[in-house]
């Protein structure tokens, strides 16, 4: 897939030359386009930006920057017409499963918010979606764009050697943490690993993991477990003592 990124800090995006997303621009699995935002400047001096009308503090992107950059992607990509997303704090909550949507799509375009905004109308005509990271401001969009490029990129195909460990972290299924993992040493410090994993029992490993992942999202996600209900099998492996901690009652699922 192809992802590009309207920007006004391309020197950024030089961090996912690293890791997991840098293999998967190795690859070719990903192509990564950073578009710097001053190239499409109003004027000589590099402005993309000016004062909010209603006077309140801060700047806002003009839409004509923004649009001679989209522009200019467009062009280059011809009848592949990009998904555009703006990362803004008014955005919907990026989740693990918007990231495997998005892996599905073949062009992306990423356009990172500065300032106070971007001006409402250009977002009105060209934006297909708004993504936010989290109930928090940061300085702009580049920060919130590298760790939604990262998110796709670890599910692209070939990216990973097992993509089944993309398949058991937390978020993969709705409303789920992943459950504690544990190497060697088997003995650390007087702590041991739970002796359902070095068991060599496969029903017994996946039980475990079931429950560890129930009482690890209940513990730090509350908000989650409420959320996600349990199935039959997940009841039965929690235990009676489930039901009043978890609230006055659980949902089923299926």
Same mark, same amino acid.
């Given at each position: ?65 923004? #649009? #001679? ?7 280059? &990509? ?13 955005? $919907? ?6 990231? #495997? ?28 979606? *708004? ?24 599910? &692209? ?19 789920? &943490? ?16 739970? *002796? ?31 959320? $996600? $209900? ?5 009841? #039965? ?18």
């Amino acid at each position: 897939m192809r992802i590009d990124v309207l920007t006004l800090f391309p020197e950024m995006f030089a961090a996912l030359d690293a890791s997991i997303p840098g293999r998967a621009r190795k690859s070719g699995a990903l192509e990564l386009k950073c578009h710097y935002l001053r190239e499409f400047a109003i004027n000589k001096y590099g402005q993309v930006d000016d004062e909010p009308f209603g006077g309140e503090a801060g700047m806002v992107l003009r839409p004509e920057p923004l #649009k #001679k950059g989209l522009d200019s992607v467009f062009e280059e &990509l011809g009848a592949a017409r990009p998904k555009v997303i703006l990362m803004s704090a008014q955005g $919907g909550i990026f989740t693990q499963e918007k990231a #495997k949507e998005l892996a599905e799509t073949e062009n992306i375009l990423i356009i990172c918010g500065h300032y106070k905004g971007v001006d409402q109308r250009f977002v009105d005509a060209y934006v297909d979606e *708004e993504l936010s990271i989290g109930d928090y401001v940061v300085s702009g969009g580049e920060l919130p764009a590298m760790l939604v490029i990262d998110a796709i990129a670890r599910l &692209l195909p070939g990216v990973l050697g097992d993509l089944a460990s993309a398949e058991t972290d937390s978020f993969f299924l709705p409303h789920r &943490l992943g459950w504690p993992v544990y190497t060697r040493p088997q003995d650390f410090e007087g702590r041991t690993v739970p *002796e359902a994993l070095v068991s060599g029992h496969h029903e017994n490993i996946r039980k475990w993991r079931i429950k560890a992942s129930l009482e690890m999202t209940r513990k730090n996600r509350p908000d989650l477990f409420r959320a $996600g $209900g349990l199935t039959e099998e997940e009841k #039965k492996i929690m235990g009676p003592p489930l039901a009043p901690e978890g609230g006055p009652e659980e949902k089923t699922k299926g």
